[in-house]
C-alpha cells in the first residue's frame, strides 16, 4: 500500500492540534450546521477559519446544462451525460449542497482538472445531501451510493470502453465508497479521489465490523485516493464533535485504533496534503488547491 501520510505522530500531538483548531474555530460553532459546505454562513472579520463560508464562495459558476446524473429518487435520471467518451469523473457533491451549488463543484473540479492537463468530462452525482441532521445525511449517501452503482452497471453495460473514476467532497466522499462496496468487481473504477471526506478513519478497515468491505473496494478500484489535511478544520474539528469519532479527511485511514483492527485496502492511499490545503473546500479549487496532484494520481493510475 502507498500510504503517503506521516505515520508516527502522537496521540498528544493530534490532541493538541484539535485543541488549537477548536480555538481557532470557535466563531463558526454557533452556525454549525457545521458540515455544510453548501449553504452562506455570516461574515467575519477573519475569514480564514470560517470554512463553511469558505465554502459558499470559493466555486465557479457551471453552465445551467453541466452533466448531472441525480440519484435522489430510487430511477436516477441524467441531464446531457456524454456520449461514450474515453474517461469519465463522476463527482458526487458535499453536503447541504444539492442543486447548483453542487454542479458548481463538479464544474471547479473539471477546471482544475483541465488547467493540469486531464482534459475528459467531469458529471457531478446529485444525491439526498439536503439535511438537517448529519446522520441522516450519511444513511442517505450509503444509501444513493448504492443506487449509483446499478445505474454504473447499466452505463458500463452501454459504454464499455469508457475508463470510469470517482470522486466526492466532505460527505460527498461516503457515497464512492458505498457504490464500490455495492458493485464488489462488477464494474471496473480505475480510480477514486476524496476530498477532506466525512467518514470515520476505520470504516473501509479490513475487519467484519467496517461499514464498507476492504476486499470490495480492492476489487473494484484501481486505486483509492484519500487526500487529507490536519488544517481542514471541518473534518478535523466539527466532523469529531458531530460523530465523536476521526475522519480520514484530516489525518487519514486508521485500521489499528481502539475500535478498528484489520488493514486497509491494500489499493488504498493516503495523502497527506496538510502543507498545501488550509480549509475545507480548497482541495479541488484552482490556485490553492492540490489540482496538480490530483491529476498526476489519475494519470498515474491509468
Same mark, same amino acid.
Given at each position: 500500500?502507498?500510504? $503517503?501520510?506521516?505515520? #508516527?505522530?502522537?496521540?498528544? =500531538?493530534?490532541? !493538541?492540534?484539535?485543541?488549537? %483548531?477548536?480555538?481557532?474555530? !470557535?466563531?463558526?460553532?454557533?452556525?454549525?450546521?457545521?458540515?455544510?459546505?453548501?449553504?452562506?454562513?455570516?461574515?467575519?472579520? #477573519?475569514?480564514?477559519?470560517? $470554512?463553511?463560508?469558505?465554502?459558499?464562495?470559493? /466555486?465557479e459558476s457551471a453552465p445551467d446544462d453541466?452533466?448531472?446524473? #441525480?440519484? @435522489?429518487?430510487?430511477?436516477? !435520471?441524467?441531464?446531457?451525460?456524454?456520449?461514450?467518451?474515453? &474517461?469519465?469523473?463522476?463527482?458526487?457533491?458535499? /453536503?447541504?449542497?444539492?442543486?447548483?451549488?453542487?454542479?458548481?463543484?463538479?464544474?471547479?473540479?473539471?477546471?482544475?482538472?483541465?488547467?493540469?492537463?486531464?482534459?475528459?468530462?467531469?458529471?457531478?452525482?446529485? /444525491?439526498?445531501? $439536503?439535511?438537517?441532521?448529519f446522520s441522516t445525511g450519511e444513511d442517505?449517501?450509503?444509501?444513493?451510493? @448504492?443506487?449509483?452503482?446499478?445505474?454504473?452497471?447499466?452505463?458500463? &453495460?452501454?459504454?464499455? =470502453?469508457?475508463?470510469?473514476?470517482?470522486?466526492?467532497?466532505?460527505?460527498?466522499?461516503?457515497?464512492?465508497?458505498?457504490?464500490?462496496?455495492?458493485?464488489?468487481?462488477? +464494474?471496473?473504477?480505475?480510480? *477514486?479521489?476524496?476530498?477532506?471526506?466525512?467518514?470515520?478513519?476505520?470504516?473501509?478497515?479490513?475487519?467484519?465490523?467496517?461499514?464498507? %468491505?476492504?476486499?470490495?473496494?480492492?476489487?473494484?478500484?484501481?486505486?483509492?485516493?484519500?487526500?487529507?489535511?490536519? &488544517?481542514?478544520?471541518?473534518?478535523? +474539528?466539527?466532523?469529531?464533535?458531530?460523530?465523536?469519532?476521526?475522519?480520514?479527511?484530516?489525518?487519514?485511514?486508521?485500521?489499528?485504533? /481502539?475500535?478498528?483492527?484489520? %488493514?486497509?485496502?491494500?489499493?488504498?492511499?493516503?495523502?497527506?496534503?496538510?502543507?498545501?490545503?488550509?480549509?475545507?473546500?480548497?482541495?479541488?479549487?484552482? =490556485?490553492?488547491?492540490?489540482? &496538480?496532484?490530483? *491529476?498526476?494520481?489519475?494519470?498515474?493510475?491509468?
Open positions: 500500500m502507498g500510504d $503517503e501520510r506521516t505515520t #508516527d505522530d502522537s496521540d498528544t =500531538e493530534l490532541t !493538541t492540534l484539535r485543541r488549537r %483548531s477548536v480555538l481557532r474555530a !470557535t466563531g463558526t460553532l454557533a452556525g454549525a450546521g457545521a458540515l455544510g459546505i453548501g449553504a452562506v454562513q455570516p461574515a467575519a472579520a #477573519d475569514p480564514t477559519p470560517l $470554512e463553511l463560508s469558505n465554502c459558499a464562495t470559493v /466555486w453541466f452533466p448531472r446524473v #441525480d440519484v @435522489r429518487q430510487s430511477d436516477p !435520471t441524467t441531464r446531457n451525460l456524454p456520449d461514450d467518451p474515453d &474517461e469519465i469523473v463522476f463527482y458526487f457533491i458535499g /453536503w447541504t449542497s444539492e442543486g447548483q451549488v453542487g454542479d458548481d463543484q463538479g464544474y471547479t473540479l473539471q477546471r482544475t482538472l483541465r488547467a493540469n492537463g486531464y482534459d475528459q468530462p467531469v458529471v457531478t452525482v446529485q /444525491w439526498a445531501a $439536503e439535511t438537517t441532521l442517505n449517501a450509503d444509501r444513493d451510493g @448504492r443506487r449509483f452503482a446499478d445505474f454504473l452497471r447499466g452505463y458500463h &453495460e452501454r459504454n464499455p =470502453e469508457t475508463t470510469i473514476r470517482l470522486a466526492g467532497l466532505s460527505l460527498g466522499g461516503r457515497p464512492p465508497l458505498a457504490t464500490l462496496d455495492d458493485l464488489d468487481g462488477d +464494474v471496473p473504477v480505475a480510480s *477514486v479521489s476524496l476530498f477532506g471526506a466525512s467518514v470515520d478513519d476505520d470504516e473501509i478497515c479490513a475487519d467484519d465490523d467496517a461499514a464498507f %468491505s476492504a476486499a470490495a473496494v480492492e476489487a473494484t478500484a484501481g486505486t483509492v485516493y484519500n487526500y487529507h489535511s490536519r &488544517e481542514d478544520n471541518t473534518i478535523c +474539528v466539527f466532523y469529531d464533535l458531530q460523530t465523536f469519532r476521526d475522519g480520514i479527511g484530516c489525518s487519514g485511514i486508521d485500521c489499528g485504533g /481502539w475500535f478498528s483492527k484489520g %488493514s486497509p485496502p491494500d489499493n488504498w492511499v493516503d495523502v497527506d496534503v496538510t502543507d498545501q490545503v488550509d480549509s475545507h473546500c480548497n482541495y479541488q479549487v484552482p =490556485e490553492v488547491g492540490v489540482g &496538480e496532484r490530483i *491529476v498526476a494520481d489519475i494519470q498515474s493510475s491509468d
